[in-house]
Structure formats: structure tokens, C-alpha cells
């Protein structure tokens, strides 16, 4: 049976944990589907690391495709209703297993890049050392074997002298060895803050949501957690804005996923324009949601950077398929309160973001202290 063939076909929907389960047997078509799903769960459960993508976004993906699988329930991404004939999204399960292996791969081989340049490093500078530590060591020894040579027979007047040559001899190698190590010291610091600079932009390119080129959740995570401690050690105030773009989903519907792609990018532009201070943050939290942490800021300054951003987006003019529209934005506004933690404190954004969209949208609403 081709895949369009088994694709057409209604299967029976299973439980959340699938027939085999149960204890139910299990026909051809079933257990197919078990199995998929139960692979599906178990990547989920031992990923291995990827390059932007969170493990838990990663295993919550995964459990909705052994979901769609097993019980036909909407795709990641995919409409909210259950599918009419239980159609399953092949091409869509292929794609997210292909995407999964080609960033795990990516990451797995970038570790271990990092990993070779710091070991060869490291066996550069030791066989340096070891050679020219063995050829000083030698000249030593030359040195010595004439000094013992010359103890055993000859005149004072030439042990004198070879004592003396030797003395000169040794504090030469002395300082040759101090002089070698100190360059071969700033010689490996070079190398290792090189390769620090290098290490640490792979980081921050990690941290970078491709689309947008703004911060992605994990940046944004870690920054709000931060911000919570430090205002709260040094009481600061600070203020956390959610960012929803309004009627997002009939842009895609009406226009491709392309041209909404497009329209978040350019949102991102403006955002980016209106919070320029380098110890904010500004990030894609998430599908068309963006969030802006601003530190040492009141929550008056936080409302008129918001209203600043509300105008900045209305002015906003797309063209599309011979079609011209404009964009509005809803903002959810916190303050952090003496008692917030970073979960406490995102809630009450997403509250103040919520009651912003049922009022209409294109709008502000600050949450209450």
C-alpha cells in the first residue's frame, strides 16, 4: 500500500497511550500506527541536543506528532479542530524527523570542532615546549659532561674556567627558557581568547532566532531570570512588555507563509528601532509574540515606549499581490513587583497582553501591581 493510499484511510482513533497499550490486538494498519507514535514519544524523551530549538518546545512537538499520529488530532501548527477523515500529515512527520536529524548533526559536529581546535591547541604548545625544553636540556648536559671531564684531571686554572663558561652557559638557557615560555604563554593566551571570540559568537548566534535576527526564547529566558535577581538585589525597577501582532493568522491564510515571514521580520525592524539601549532585550518569545525586558525603567517610561511602538506599527504599509495593508500591535505591560519571580512576573504581562486583545486590540494595557 502506497502512502497516499494508507493516508486516505480513516484508522481507528486510540487512547493517548496507543492500542498496544491496551491490550487490544492489533491489525497491520494499527500497529504501524502504534509504533510510529511510540517512536515518535521516545525521540521526544532522549533528543540529543539541537542548535535553536529548546528541549522542552522539542519534546512538546513531539508528543503532538504521536498524537496526530495515534489518535489524529491536529499537527503541530495545524488547524484546532480534529482532522474530518483522519488523514495523517506523512509529509509532515517525514520533515520534522528530517529537521530534528539535520540540527542534531549540525550541533553534534560544531561540539566537536570546538572540541579538535582546543585539543590541537593544546598539542601545539606542549610539543613546543617539549622540544625546545629538550633542546636546552642538552645543551646543559654537553655542558656539564666537559665541567665533570675536566674535575677529574685537568688544572684549577681550566676548571676555573669551564666552572665559569658553564655558570654563563646555564643562566643563558635560564633566560632562553624564561623568555620561550612567556611568548609561548602570551602565544597560547592569544590563541585561546581567539578562540573564546569565536566560541562565544557561536554562542550568541545560538541565541538568535534566524527569522527575525532578534533574541530567541532561551536568550529571552535567562535575560528575564537575570533582570529579576538584579533588580531585586539593587531595587531597580524594571518593566516587561508582551508583543502580539493582531490578525496574524488571516495574513498567513490570505497570503502565504512567506509574506507573514515577511511581516514579522519587519516588525522585528521596528521594535528594533524603538528599544535601542544595549542592557534591554528585545526577543521573538514566540509564533508572532515578541517580548521586551527594559531594566532600570518605571512603568510610566515603560507605557510611552509602548505607545511610541503602538504609533511606529500603525504606520507600518505592506503591498502584497497587488494588495496594500497596514499592522497593529497589542501590549501586554508588568512592572516588576517586589514579590514577582520571572514566572510570576511573565504571567502578569500575558494577563495585561490578554485583556488587550479582548478589548479590541491595537491597544495597551498595564497589569496591575
Given at each position: 500500500?502506497?502512502?497516499?493510499?494508507?493516508?486516505?484511510?480513516?484508522?481507528?482513533?486510540?487512547?493517548?497511550?496507543?492500542?498496544?497499550?491496551?491490550?487490544?490486538?492489533?491489525?497491520?494498519?494499527?500497529?504501524?500506527?502504534?509504533?510510529?507514535?511510540?517512536?515518535?514519544?521516545?525521540?521526544?524523551?532522549?533528543?540529543?541536543?539541537?542548535?535553536?530549538?529548546?528541549?522542552?518546545?522539542?519534546?512538546?512537538?513531539?508528543?503532538?506528532?504521536?498524537?496526530?499520529?495515534?489518535?489524529?488530532t491536529p499537527p503541530p501548527g495545524g488547524e484546532t479542530s480534529p482532522v474530518?477523515?483522519?488523514?495523517?500529515?506523512?509529509?509532515?512527520?517525514?520533515?520534522?524527523m528530517r529537521e530534528y536529524c539535520r540540527n542534531s548533526f549540525q550541533h553534534t559536529r560544531t561540539v566537536i570542532t570546538d572540541l579538535r581546535q582546543v585539543v590541537w591547541v593544546f598539542i601545539q604548545n606542549l610539543n613546543q615546549t617539549l622540544a625546545q625544553s629538550s633542546e636546552t636540556d642538552g645543551r646543559i648536559?654537553?655542558?656539564?659532561?666537559?665541567?665533570?671531564?675536566?674535575?677529574?684531571?685537568?688544572?684549577?686554572?681550566?676548571?676555573?674556567?669551564?666552572?665559569?663558561?658553564?655558570?654563563?652557559?646555564?643562566?643563558?638557557?635560564?633566560?632562553?627558557?624564561?623568555?620561550?615560555?612567556?611568548?609561548?604563554?602570551?602565544?597560547l593566551g592569544a590563541r585561546v581568547r581567539l578562540?573564546?571570540?569565536?566560541?562565544?559568537?557561536?554562542?550568541?548566534?545560538?541565541?538568535?532566532?534566524?527569522?527575525?535576527?532578534?533574541?530567541?526564547?532561551?536568550?529571552?529566558?535567562?535575560?528575564?531570570?537575570?533582570?529579576?535577581?538584579?533588580?531585586?538585589?539593587?531595587?531597580?525597577?524594571?518593566?516587561?512588555?508582551?508583543?502580539?501582532?493582531?490578525?496574524?493568522?488571516?495574513?498567513n491564510d490570505t497570503f502565504g507563509h512567506q509574506t507573514g515571514d515577511s511581516v514579522l521580520s519587519k516588525l522585528a525592524d521596528v521594535l528594533s528601532r524603538i528599544f535601542l539601549r544595549k542592557n534591554d532585550l528585545v526577543a521573538r518569545y514566540g509564533g508572532d509574540e515578541l517580548a521586551v525586558v527594559l531594566r532600570e525603567t518605571s512603568v510610566r517610561d515603560g507605557q510611552m515606549l509602548a505607545d511610541r511602538l503602538l504609533r511606529a506599527v500603525r504606520a507600518v504599509r505592506l503591498e502584497c499581490e497587488g494588495t496594500s495593508f497596514g499592522l497593529t500591535v497589542s501590549i501586554g505591560i508588568a512592572a516588576l513587583a517586589p514579590k514577582d519571580d520571572g514566572a510570576s512576573w511573565l504571567a502578569r504581562s500575558d494577563r495585561a497582553l490578554y485583556q488587550a486583545k479582548n478589548a479590541g486590540r491595537d491597544r495597551v494595557v498595564t497589569a496591575e501591581g
Open positions: 500500500m502506497s502512502a497516499s493510499q494508507f493516508s486516505s484511510h480513516a484508522a481507528p482513533k486510540h487512547a493517548a497511550g496507543g492500542a498496544a497499550e491496551r491490550g487490544t490486538p492489533l491489525g497491520p494498519l494499527d500497529m504501524a500506527l502504534d509504533t510510529l507514535g511510540a517512536m515518535l514519544r521516545i525521540l521526544g524523551e532522549y533528543a540529543l541536543d539541537q542548535e535553536e530549538v529548546e528541549a522542552a518546545a522539542f519534546t512538546q512537538a513531539s508528543e503532538q506528532w504521536a498524537q496526530h499520529v495515534l489518535m489524529a474530518a477523515d483522519a488523514r495523517r500529515d506523512w509529509a509532515g512527520i517525514r520533515e520534522f648536559r654537553d655542558q656539564m659532561g666537559r665541567l665533570e671531564a675536566l674535575a677529574q684531571g685537568s688544572s684549577t686554572s681550566d676548571l676555573k674556567r669551564e666552572v665559569l663558561a658553564t655558570v654563563v652557559t646555564v643562566a643563558q638557557v635560564i633566560e632562553e627558557r624564561k623568555r620561550n615560555d612567556h611568548a609561548r604563554v602570551e602565544d578562540l573564546g571570540e569565536e566560541l562565544e559568537s557561536a554562542r550568541k548566534e545560538s541565541e538568535v532566532d534566524p527569522l527575525t535576527r532578534l533574541f530567541n526564547r532561551k536568550a529571552f529566558d535567562a535575560f528575564l531570570a537575570r533582570t529579576v535577581e538584579l533588580s531585586h538585589a539593587f531595587e531597580q525597577p524594571a518593566c516587561l512588555l508582551l508583543v502580539d501582532l493582531d490578525r496574524f493568522k488571516p495574513i
